[in-house]
């Protein structure tokens, strides 16, 4: 924990004496910040921490759990432009650090009830890095919303590349609830935001895991020898992958959000020998947002 205390003070102070930025929005970062979909008309900024109970990447998790700490800084332009950057430590390990995240997008609003973000990030991991988003470095994002006022509904596009090549694709519906009580005074009050999605792509990023962790998965009958074999060409077939629901409760006040979530996910068309299950995910995140 100590790392991460550290890893965000000098992530938000570097940031912060750099080039100035104009932000407008919380960037859409699903598995640390949140997204509130709203449009914040001046310069802003936003640092949080939080935790995970496994991590996990387009519908897909490692041979074990791996429970994490993520840090994140992002800056928004007025004109719709953000940055960010965030590391995330999984808990138990060897490297101090595991993975840091640099990217940069933009925010646009076509209508009152259409709007979308595009990005890209760059994914940069330790040699000794276990989890299996590790197979990947480059994420080209596109996400447009409409705001049905019953349903919100999200169609994203990722295209991933480096070593190994993915597209998914993924279809969000939620529904926003604020409360109209307060908890402790007139400026706070409590928010939910469930959410149902459905991940359809490839996998060939799950081929690419088994053969960069050969060594240390042999054991767990997760190494594939053939890198052209059968399990790469069904990998390589854009299928559905994943289901799933999520819970989100957060705290809000004027300047800061405290939010727990819990999702269940279940995993379809699983191919080569990960053996993913049905499993619950418990989210932690607390962040911060200066004007």
Request: glycine residues 6%; aromatic residues 20%.
């Amino acid at each position: 924990m100590r790392y991460f205390g550290a890893l965000l003070f000098i992530m938000l102070c570097n940031v912060l004496n750099a080039a100035p930025f104009k932000p407008a929005l919380i960037a859409y970062r699903d598995n640390y910040a949140v997204d509130t979909g709203a449009i914040v008309k001046k310069n802003s900024a936003s640092a949080g921490i939080s935790y995970g109970s496994d991590a996990l990447f387009f519908g897909r998790t490692g041979p074990i759990k791996y429970p994490f700490m993520a840090a994140d800084v992002i800056f928004n332009y007025k004109s719709g432009f953000f940055v960010y950057g965030s590391a995330l430590k999984v808990l138990g390990y060897k490297p101090v650090v595991d993975e840091v995240d640099v990217g940069g997008g933009y925010f646009y609003r076509l209508s009152k009830k259409f709007t979308g973000t595009i990005s890209y990030t760059r994914f940069i991991f330790n040699n000794e890095s276990e989890i299996i988003k590790s197979a990947s470095s480059n994420d080209i994002n596109f996400k447009n919303s409409y705001d049905w006022k019953y349903l919100k509904t999200s169609i994203i596009a990722d295209y991933l590349f480096g070593k190994s090549y993915d597209f998914f694709t993924t279809i969000s519906n939620s529904k926003y609830f604020e409360s109209n009580f307060s908890v402790f005074d007139d400026t706070d009050y409590l928010s939910i935001n469930p959410t149902f999605n459905i991940i359809l792509g490839t996998q060939n990023f799950v081929q690419r895991y088994s053969i960069d962790h050969q060594y240390q998965l042999q054991a767990d009958n997760i190494y594939i020898r053939n890198e052209n074999g059968e399990h790469a060409r069904s990998n390589a077939k854009f299928n559905v992958l994943n289901y799933s629901f999520k819970v989100p409760l957060a705290y809000n006040r004027p300047h800061y959000t405290l939010e727990a979530s819990w999702r269940y996910s279940m995993p379809v068309n699983v191919e080569g020998t990960l053996k993913n299950h049905r499993e619950s995910f418990f989210n932690f995140t607390f962040y911060y947002v200066f004007y």
